[in-house]
């Protein structure tokens, strides 16, 4: 079975880090383009951040330059977010997303997981 | 404000077809495939249509994508209850160099 499991969200205060990671298992993860997209409570979705397979292509959404970086180790079949510098404007449930096809950040996701949720308050 | 604009809601009547437009520009819509996904409360979103209108597996003919300039339209066929969710649109941007989402479309059936 194809799925995606997030794990590292949590309360954080402002300025804090938190590093998110997803395991991915049934298929060749080393093969796919790989994605963050987040969502507020009662919001819509944003994109965060793609990462192609062989790391060579990487993409950050404005909100996330500078302060979140992605990665990948596809001998562990995981992909990761590390985000410093948080605010509450990062507070959302995040989800790590497959890619369908060869091409990074074509928006077709087509595997989610279950999401983590990102609380940032004092 | 989302670079791509889809209307808050749309409504219908068990059995109608309804049409949730997804306006961009040339830098997302105008020069790249547009995807569809549906969410229902508190659960992950799902790939309905991708490449404009390719159905993955497993998704109804009900539900049929397309394109024109820098327009796209979800049509919902046949509308059932269980269609009652929120609906967006996503597609890369060359301008902001990364994935754009519409603001997301709450579809009844009344």
């Known amino acids: 079975e194809v799925q995606l499991v997030e794990s590292g969200g949590g309360l954080v205060k402002p300025g804090g880090s938190l590093r998110l990671s997803c395991a991915a298992s049934g298929f060749t993860f080393s093969s796919l383009s790989m994605s963050w997209v987040r969502q507020a409570p009662g919001k819509g979705l944003e994109w965060v951040s793609s990462?192609?397979?062989?790391?060579?292509?990487?993409y950050y959404a404005d909100s996330a330059k500078g302060r979140f970086t992605i990665s990948r180790d596809n001998a562990k079949n995981s992909l990761y977010l590390q985000m410093n510098s948080l605010t509450a404007g990062d507070t959302a449930v995040y989800y790590c997303v497959r890619e369908a096809g060869g091409f990074v950040a074509t928006g077709a996701f087509d595997v989610w997981g279950q999401g983590t949720m990102v609380t940032v308050s004092s | 404000q989302s670079v791509v604009t889809q209307p808050p809601s749309v409504s219908g009547t068990p059995g109608q077809t309804v049409t949730i437009s997804c306006s961009g520009s040339r830098s997302n819509i105008g020069s790249n495939t547009v995807n569809w996904f549906l969410q229902f409360p508190g659960t992950a979103p799902k790939l309905l249509i991708s490449?404009?209108?390719r159905r993955p597996s497993g998704v109804p003919d009900r539900f049929s994508g397309s394109k024109s300039g820098t327009s796209a339209s979800l049509a919902i066929s046949g509308l059932q209850s269980v269609d009652e969710a929120d609906y967006f649109c996503a597609a890369w941007d060359d301008r902001v160099k990364g994935v754009v989402f519409g603001g997301g479309t709450k579809v009844t059936v009344l």
């Open positions: 990462i192609s397979s062989t790391t060579s292509y990487i």
């Open positions: 490449s404009n209108n």
